[in-house]
């Protein structure tokens, strides 16, 4: 069993990856935690037992100097444990906690806090997947939901609220930057439409994904929100070959998303976890070498004739709306980009066709570069009329910049568009 010590404060995070949350001595000295491929713990007695189910299922607030016990790896599990304490360190949260996909974090972070008859409000344009999830899902449980576009923020919707809607507010939930327009969204002014919004008895909740730029290049947490999500399958896991998800916030928030996750069984296995610690060495300098990339990428197709448009963070305009909110609470530009190529779907999909170094597929944040069609892949389930009012053309290829040798992205880039 691991525990975490307080972290040094003179350490960096990427510092910590290596060792925090972790003791060698209680693992026979190994230098990296073993995978705890295990359903079930063995208790030492039956007052143990009985303690630690009355701390893992709220039955009472555990004691000063008690910690949770491990019972069933649906609930706990040493590799997740430790994961979750480096995770909570890279987003200044008290709490992380990890699930079994990015769409496992974001639902069950929605179901924690909304009940039939709330309302939750979001930002458009979103990954597919949550766009569904908000439109014809949770209708079905009795959810409401309205959406304002990234770019203009909640305050759009305030005289639509009023009245009757004002105390049902459940939570305000944004993508930043959106996926794949990369528009940006105020987080602060979320945070305040969330406060205004909330009745006398219930605090709305402000969650973020913030899976395009990771904790690297934003930290939503330092702006105001509540839980910061991911999906790890991206950055985090950042390989290419795990499935993952992660929320972090405070201690009270986090434990009842920890408690829906227990009972939905959305928490991600042992195996996956310890993949996800080996990628967290590494996290800083994949994300910078990526963003390295992605910049020389982004010029380069700004200036070629066959791109009508580069949506990419560091093309933005100092003095420009979407520049000035980039400056405030982003780090960085990360490694995402989007462009439209001249021509539509046709010209688009030929471009796809004849990439050799970088793979058509969907996902993104792998060591690889990666490119699709979100028209007609991640976002096919949005309308025609939903599409072309966020901006996603037919036109338009989503790029997730890797770690390869920029020169030979340039290449791959420039042959495919000759073709």
Known sequence: MSRAKKPFATRHPESLMMSYGYRPELSEGSLKSPIFQTSTFVFKNAEEGRRFFETAYGLRAP??????????????????????DRLALWDGAEASSVFSSGMAAITTAILAFASPGDLIVHSEPLYGGT??????????FGVETAAFPSKLGPGALSRRLGGSRRGRLAMVFVETPANPTNEHTDIRACAAFARVFSSRGRRAVLAVDNTFLGPLWQRPLDHGADLSIYSATKFLGGHSDLIAGVCSGAKPLLAKVREMRTFLGSMASPWTGWLLLRSLETLKIRMTEQARNAEIVARHLARHPRVERVYYPGLLKADSVQGRLFSRQCLGPGSMISFDVRGGRARAYRFLDALRLVHLTVSLGGTESLAEHP???????VSAADKKRFGIGEGMVRLSVGIENHEDLLADLDAALAA
Not at 66 to 82: A, K, T
Not at 132 to 137: A, D, E, G, L
Not at 375 to 381: E, I, K, L, P, Y
């Open 63 to 84: 004691r000063r100097g008690e910690s949770s016990g491990l019972i069933y790896s649906r609930i706990n599990n040493p590799d997740l444990e430790i994961l979750e």
């Open 131 to 140: 766009d569904h999830f908000f439109k014809s899902i949770l209708p079905r």
């Open 375 to 381: 028209a007609t892949m991640t976002h096919c389930d």
